[in-house]
């Protein structure tokens, strides 16, 4: 039985084909069309997934949807009544699109798929939808090494729920209860996110990331003012704060005055007060999302809790639950936000409405998210022969030696191989590598590399047999969603850093690996395994040979304000547009040197070029 399984039109639209309950492919829209976030109908993805599986759309059992999008009318309806007359402006401009196009969402997404697959709409399979935290628990238990768990989704909204708790045993998912819009701890993180100058669904990680070099001074505050949180991790918003519920901004003027002025402006320089404010709702949502944690094992009894929705990929918190709280281990499904929805939808339909038990296995069933496009030797020569580019074929244990190697010496690595990552992170295979022993490494990359924000850290990719000889972490990290310490030992305390303040922060070393280790000792892990990841577990390994370490950076490869690369022609454009030293494309090495004067001037006059 072949199922597919897609979510779209709110933004991360993808698609995911699964054969007889086995996942065998899954891909975001935006690595094919390459807008960032790409909320479109994913027929690039669909069609990859198609090919993957060597089937025609006439040839799928069933097609579905990770949305039910009547019930989110409703939600909209609803709130306009609740809150009216304010926003009906907003109201009054979403409406006719409601009307034109979602409303008869059955009929559209049957036109788009036939059109996708070159069919007829009456030759389209059956098409049905889930709900949308449905969807989200779905792709978190199924896929996860555990037979019996809590499910904890948490994200802006779905339908109408923002937070919800479920029970997975065997096949089975039962609902439990669930907080409803707009009280959301996404839609919280997100108003902060606006508030600190970032953009809202995707600079989130950015807030994450700046949370360290602030104090958390403004907690109380946000308690007293914009939250009220209970023992047991249930909270209401005080919506006299907030603009999302009737406005096209997430904050207003008493948000504002509350943190002593207005949002800072995209771009605009960072203050100690953003710095402060990203500090302070991170350890609120660390406290919620514990809470929640603990009373779920508390009201559930189980030992194991799995983890999706927008705010599970705050690794920060998912750290926290894992040290801090009583579980005896959690899983987070690697693409936990809305493009993870697809691949829940594809396996609720197997197993609650086809009643197929799981397959018994080790470990989770994501194959190390390694689940998109893959390219053939032949395939990737003949792209770089198209570019004009200069390259040396080598046999893979001479490639493994000769970029560990050139890692030892601080060049930095572009490193294509094997099939793309599924979700937002980058795993090693479509990955950027450097030396976390430079100091100069994470500003590098950043400035030359990245083109981003200099505060911005960068993960550490560490052999899994050696994960705790670095961080204090004594079990699996596979997808890079769980923030770890770095070990004391390794740790180093400059004499200057108890006088420094904010970004000041930054360019100081503190630990014996500084490109991996953040302002507060921290990092977020990904450890590699040998059986889903044999290449860069094989270069991880020979570095540790030829160095002593067993860990690289490894940030995604793109830049700045573009998708992760897809093919090879997407990798070769950026290898030129950027500052790295060499690209493993396959089996096939590029030194930026090398390449002709004439190919180089094509590419830096695409954009990209550093100051």
Known sequence: MRIVGVSAYYHDSAAALIVDGEINAAAQEERFTRKKHDPGFPRHA???????????????????????????????LETQIAFAPRGFRSFAASIPIWLREKLNLRSLLRRQFATAGGCTVGELPPLFFSEHHQAHAASAFFPSPFERAGVLCLDGVGEWATTSVWLGEGHQLTPQWEIDFPHSL??????????????????????????????????????????????????????????????????????????????????????????DVAASIQKVTDEVVLRLARTVHRELGVDYLCLAGGVALNCVANGRVLREGPFRDIWVQPAAGDAGGALGAALLLWHLYHDKARAPREG????????????????????????????QRLE????????????????????????????????GARSILGDPRSAKMQSVMNLKIKFRESFRPFAPSVMAEC????????????????????????????????????????????????????????????????????????????????????????????????????????????FMRTDMDYLALGDCLLSKAEQPRRVREDYWGGGFEPD
Not at 60 to 69: I, S, T
Not at 189 to 215: D, H, I, Q, R
Not at 413 to 426: H, K, Y
Not at 550 to 570: H, K, M, Y
């Open 186 to 275: 996404g839609l919280l993180y997100s108003a902060f996110t606006y508030f600190t100058g970032f953009k809202v669904n995707s600079g989130e990680y950015k807030l994450m990331g700046l949370a360290p070099y602030g104090e958390p001074r403004y907690v109380q505050l946000i308690l007293d003012h914009l939250i009220d949180v209970k023992p047991d991790g249930s909270f209401r918003l005080n919506l006299d704060y907030f603009n999302y519920t009737t406005g096209l901004t997430m904050t207003n003027e008493r948000f504002h005055a509350l943190f002593g002025g207005p949002p800072r402006k995209p771009e605009a320089r960072l203050t100690q007060r953003e710095m």
């Open 396 to 427: 893979e244990p001479q490639l493994i030696d000769r970029v560990a190697r050139l890692l030892a010496e601080e060049k930095v690595i572009g490193w294509f191989q094997g099939r793309m990552e599924f979700g937002p992170r980058a795993l």
């Open 46 to 76: 669909l069609a990859y997934c198609l090919r993957a599986g060597g089937i025609g759309l006439r040839e799928l059992d069933a097609l579905v949807f990770y949305d039910k999008p009547l019930l989110k009318f409703d939600r909209l």
């Open 467 to 574: 994960v705790g000889d670095y961080f204090e972490l004594d079990r699996p990290s596979p997808y890079m969603l769980i923030t770890a310490p770095v070990r004391e030992e390794l740790r180093l305390a400059p004499d200057c850093q108890r006088h420094l303040t904010g970004l000041d922060k930054l360019g100081v070393p503190y630990s014996t690996i500084p490109a991996v280790t953040h302002v507060d000792y921290s990092a977020r892990v990904q450890t590699v395994h040998r059986t889903t990841n044999p290449r860069f577990h094989a270069l991880l390994q020979r570095f540790k040979a030829l160095t002593g370490c067993g860990v690289l950076v490894n940030t995604s490869f793109n830049v700045r304000g573009e998708p992760i690369v897809c093919t090879p022609a997407q990798a070769y454009q950026c």
């Open 364 to 391: 989770d069933a994501m194959r190390g998210a390694l689940l998109g496009p893959d390219f053939s030797e032949a395939e990737i020569r003949r792209e770089l022969d198209a570019a004009g580019a200069v390259y």
